[in-house]
């Protein structure tokens, strides 16, 4: 199948915000035959023109040599790409045609002038027959016109080509590429509003206990009852654990790491989407409160949309390099002009991936807003380091596992060396984290209490010589 018609389909498939945006293919194609017919009708073939400007590649060592050199360029100093052909011609036996503007002879007419002299066909009515005429004398190394017989054969003749039809098709890729660029940003904007949304809808429905119970406050004493949690607070975690998990759009593994493709990235959204529905986080089963449930809905509405601009971006960046492979095989002129420069290094271009940063933003404006329990665990025992000690070189651990560190004479951050540990006491208890931490995750920080009570009433049992096996049996 012809990529025209492929990146019509996958066009189709995308949103009209994205698809009515997207390169101008089949335009530009049209442009491409204007551009060959007006090379043609300058006797200037695709056989021709390869093998005229080879032999302008290849230095001669004479500066006399009477072949035909030329090269192709674009001239940028209007601010837009023009490109033209310029040839330096001294055929042996030829007289050179009259000169203009020090020897330099436009042969089809200025390129400020070509959208004038430009036919329904791509070709140019305006084109002096005499000029064209010499052209096709100086590639036949024949007599030139009759007109140009008195001319002086001592001095090289230097003619300026300009490409209307090329020139055409140049301004309407840039104009597309800038049309392009602009809606980007517009579609960058239209997601970091409804980023914010989301974001706001979602904190509003997954609210910690000190602002669902009235029982609760974040400075309460430690044995103060944490309450139930009227809010979606731990589907809302699990949602993101289960998303963090997929790595839907990059992977962060060493082997793999990077951006994933579009294949990838689309199985990967469907086996979270089935995720979620298989736990029962889809509906009223585990998200409870309306608001949750629509947000959700948003969440995965926002993952499809960045999907289908990854597609969009991919899909213009492949018809972009199609278009300029297609216009080099069908002109026969080169991806590059005389100074190295290809047609992309003058049109806009951007440096980064829109989809890219759609992801990077909604991974620091959405996912935070729920506090994971990876980011508070206890670097030894990596349950929740509930009534945490801060150790003096700032290092985090729950206090049975500094207790039992101290009483085995550790002496060393377990982290970084520091010699601290024995130097931890009361006033090194983050009171600040314990609250929050009972505030995010009340009934982790109620299951760790009980551990941490259980554990250290066996150690005294076992400090005053009994078992904490043995049963007590009242006669």
């Known amino acids: 199948m012809h990529f025209s018609k492929t990146f019509a389909q996958l066009l189709q498939g995308l949103p009209p915000e994205l698809s009515e945006n997207a390169v101008e293919y089949r335009q530009l194609k049209k442009l491409i035959n204007h551009v060959a017919t007006e090379l043609a009708s300058l006797g200037l073939g695709p056989t021709v023109l390869h093998d005229l400007l080879q032999s302008g590649l290849e230095p001669t060592g004479n500066a006399n040599n009477a072949a035909p050199r030329v090269v192709y360029e674009f001239n940028a100093d209007s601010g837009h790409i023009e490109p033209r052909l310029r040839l330096w011609v001294q055929p042996p036996e030829l007289p050179s045609p009259p000169t203009t503007r020090s020897g330099v002879e436009e042969v089809a007419g200025d390129a400020t002038d070509a959208e004038d002299t430009e036919t329904e066909d791509g070709t140019e009515d305006g084109a002096d027959d005499k000029q064209v005429a010499l052209l096709w004398a100086l590639q036949r190394h024949a007599a030139p016109p009759d007109s140009y017989a008195d001319v002086d054969t001592t001095n090289k003749v230097e003619l300026v080509i300009p490409l209307a039809s090329d020139s055409a098709f140049f301004r309407l890729l840039a104009t597309t590429l800038q049309a392009l660029s602009a809606h980007l940003l517009t579609i960058h904007a239209q997601f970091e509003a409804t980023l914010a949304e989301l974001t706001k809808a979602v904190s509003d429905s997954a609210r910690p206990v000190s602002s669902t119970s009235a029982g609760f406050k974040v400075h309460s004493p430690l044995n103060a009852s944490a309450g139930g949690v009227r809010s979606d607070l731990y589907s809302w975690r699990e949602i993101f654990q289960l998303y963090v998990e997929a790595e839907v759009f990059e992977s962060v593994s060493e082997r793999t790491r990077g951006a994933r493709s579009i294949e990838e990235s689309e199985t990967r959204l469907k086996q979270f989407a089935e995720r979620v529905t298989t736990r029962g986080l889809g509906d009223g089963r585990k998200l409870k409160l309306p608001q949750s449930r629509k947000a959700l809905e948003s969440f995965l ?44 290094a003058l049109l806009p271009t951007s440096n980064t991936s829109l989809p890219r940063i759609l992801v990077q933003e909604l991974g620091t404006t959405l996912l935070p807003v729920i506090p994971s329990l990876d980011d508070y665990a206890c670097l030894i025992c990596t349950s929740i380091a509930f009534k945490p000690i801060r150790l003096a070189c700032g290092h985090l651990f729950c206090v049975r596992c500094l207790v039992k560190m101290q009483k085995r004479g550790s002496a060393d951050c377990p982290m970084c060396r520091s010699p601290c540990v024995l130097l931890a006491d009361r006033s090194n208890v983050d009171w600040a984290m314990l609250n929050f931490m009972r505030d995010w995750f009340p009934e982790e ?14 150690e005294q049992m076992e400090e005053l010589g009994l078992d904490p096996n043995a049963r007590c049996i009242v006669m």
């Not at 597609?311 to 005389?338: G, M, W």
């Open 301 to 344: 509405e926002l993952n499809l949309f960045i999907l289908n601009v990854k597609k969009f971006e991919l899909a213009n960046a492949e018809a972009t390099r199609k278009i300029l492979k297609k216009h080099s095989k069908r002109t026969a002129l080169p991806a590059t002009d005389a100074n190295n420069t290809a047609p992309l």
């Open 445 to 458: 920080a109620s299951v760790k209490l009980r551990q941490n009570e259980r554990e250290a009433a066996r």
